[in-house]
């Protein structure tokens, strides 16, 4: 008996350490030199990158992005946003136009594997390298790369010459390792949007003309030969002699690399009380001068609140650096357009801020959930800047529900017919405005909705947990769920599967309220749409004071504790999801004469997209 006993839990072992065993990454470091010519917008460079292949897969062949090559007339991205009903307007068709000197370029010369030429092919923004042998599980390989590009104008994201005339948006910009993951290989074109990177170190050295200043991702290692405000006080400066001076950045354990340039950049560097410095590299002139000098002791506390109420921030600095097409965020380090008022200047910040942690950090594979990303920065940055709001720090007021303007928006846009499902690939919704709204504005009130379903305390667990348990492991949707369960006790696939899988809408009314005999009253209620939701029916007696009472779905095995100490609360009988009415008694001691008014959701938190039919109120005699 003991023997079959050991026997069957040898035969076990496998199962139980596979599912022990974390979900692998693979690995890279990078080591770039890189030579820029103002003059041409040209760099030459070269790439030392070691792999290592943590899956367990045995893999024959590689990829990279080479995204510039997207800035070139006849490329994915022109004739997509040439073809689509509602292009980008910044860029419609202006790469169809770029004359050759406007062009962007991006192209290898030259590839090795541990010494030994590889085999590659550039078809558009992806190379595919044919490798000399494979590469087996839980080894390491070195390719060496050398590479040219040439900055495009600047269009969208990347570039030179912004609108604000910032000299050099270097986003995108040199050949970058595709991701290999569980679900395999990750070579998207760049036509449009979304990013997915895989976690590494980068060693990057910038020679460049020494009349530019460059912020960057990562920390300079040599500010003694730079200066431009990275000299910390008391260094003295040591700057060689030359036309160009070198700088030297490392970032760890990031999935990206960005850096800008520009001879007039204002360099403010500010230290918090945790130690993280923060950049902020601009342009001042009289639109710039007074948002910018205050948006430093802003960002400041907008650290405090994201860090208290969704993680750590884990890196020792950040940058906001004047740049790009608007906004777009990179690992410790942001390009956002400057010349704004302050509310803007914060509200634009702040988004791109708050991507650190869920593009950054938690890194969820973008072409595929993008509403992971954007919708979970859009639904902090309005909960932020109603912090700020809130404290003094920007013109505006607090609000019980910052996301109020989202379910509006949602609601127009469910009942145009043009929705389309949230698990829709980023670059394959049929028109950009689905796919803005989709991600942005329904991935929000996806959190927001969330919290209406498992109540407020569970939800500020949830998003703790969640970046706690995932940071740089590229989550998915599933083990966003996963967390949800464990911190409300509630089942809560069926919420993901409607909200993000279909575009089935929610719609609850109230049918009747009536008197049953002498001291009952009932409450009819509706399911009209066809997504089901648990309901919170708050019912306002004729003395002022108010219940609330809520409805769970059968299907979520439990139901949301009290939120509000000060209302009366009770859980109702649970509401099996395929009836379409539910009855409500009120309790025995009720009597009709005191019941004023009935309400469906008077918090705002259930996208119901038909409010007339969520209130009843008695009519006067």
Not at 385 to 410: A, K
Request: proline share 6%.
């Amino acid at each position: 008996m003991n023997r079959l006993f050991a026997l069957l839990v040898l035969s076990l072992m496998p199962i139980v350490l596979l599912a022990q065993t974390p979900r692998w990454q693979q690995r890279v470091s990078y080591t770039m030199d890189i030579d820029f010519d103002h003059t041409t917008h040209r760099f030459t460079g070269t790439q030392r990158l070691v792999y290592y292949n943590n899956s367990p897969d045995q893999l024959d062949r590689a990829f990279w992005h080479l995204y510039f090559n997207a800035f070139q007339p006849g490329s994915m991205m022109d004739v997509r946003s040439r073809t689509i009903s509602d292009p980008d307007r910044r860029v419609v068709d202006r790469i169809s136009k770029l004359k050759p000197e406007e062009e962007g370029h991006l192209h290898v010369k030259t590839l090795k594997m541990n010494g030994q030429p590889v085999a590659f092919e550039e078809v558009g923004t992806i190379l595919e390298a044919r490798l000399p042998e494979p590469i087996p599980p839980g080894t390491s390989v070195v390719f060496e790369m050398e590479f040219w590009g040439q900055v495009p104008v600047q269009i969208r994201r990347s570039g030179r010459d912004n609108a604000e005339g910032i000299a050099y948006s270097m986003s995108q910009w040199y050949p970058k390792l595709c991701e290999y993951d569980y679900q395999g290989w990750h070579p998207e074109p760049y036509i449009g949007r979304e990013f997915y990177g895989v976690w590494g170190d980068f060693d990057v050295t910038i020679h460049i003309d020494r009349k530019y200043i460059l912020g960057a991702t990562g920390v300079l290692q040599n500010p003694e030969a730079i200066g431009y405000g990275y000299l910390p006080e008391g260094q003295k400066l040591q700057r060689p002699k030359g036309d160009k001076l070198s700088w030297h950045f490392k970032a760890e354990n990031v999935h990206d690399f960005v850096w800008a340039a520009d001879p007039d950049y204002k360099h403010v560097v500010y230290r918090r009380k945790d130690g993280t410095l923060l950049h902020f590299l601009y342009q001042e002139n009289e639109r710039t001068r007074e948002p910018w000098a205050q948006l430093p002791q802003i960002m400041d506390r907008a650290f405090d609140f994201i860090n208290a109420h969704y993680g750590q921030y884990p890196y020792p600095q950040y940058s906001f650096i004047q740049g790009g097409d608007g906004g777009m965020e990179y690992p410790m380090a942001t390009l956002i357009t400057g010349e704004r008022k302050l509310s803007s200047l914060v509200g634009v910040s702040v988004h791109e801020l708050m991507h650190s942690w869920y593009q950054g950090v938690l890194a969820t594979n973008e072409s595929l959930y993008a509403w992971m990303d954007e919708g979970f920065t859009s639904y902090a940055t309005s909960e932020v800047m109603n912090f700020l709001c809130q404290q003094g720090l920007i013109p505006g007021q607090w609000t019980e529900n910052p996301h109020r303007s989202d379910y509006q928006v949602y609601t127009r846009f469910a009942l145009s017919g043009q929705e389309e499902p949230l698990s829709t690939h980023a670059d394959h919704f049929q028109t950009n405005r689905a796919y803005s709204i989709g991600s942005y504005v329904k991935g929000a009130i996806f959190l927001h909705q969330l919290q209406y379903i498992v109540g407020k305390q569970a939800f500020d667990k949830i998003m703790l947990d969640y970046f706690d348990t995932w940071k740089f492991r590229h989550p998915n949707d599933e083990d966003f769920i996963r967390v949800a369960e464990r911190n409300s006790g509630m089942v809560l696939d069926w919420y993901h599967q409607y909200w993000i899988n279909t575009t089935h809408t929610i719609d609850y009314g109230i049918a009747e309220v009536r008197p049953i005999g002498k001291r009952k009253v009932l409450i009819k209620l509706m399911r009209v749409g066809k997504m089901p939701m648990p309901l919170d029916v708050v019912v306002t007696y004729k003395d002022g004071s108010q219940e609330l009472i809520t409805i769970p779905l059968r299907i979520m095995r439990g139901a949301k504790p009290q939120e509000h100490p000060q209302m009366a609360f009770r859980v109702a009988d649970d509401w099996p999801w395929v009836n379409p009415t539910y009855e409500l008694v009120l309790d025995d001691d009720v009597k009709w004469k005191n019941v004023q008014r009935v309400e469906i959701d008077p918090s705002g938190r259930l996208a119901d997209i038909n409010k007339l039919n969520n209130v009843w109120e008695k009519p006067e005699r």
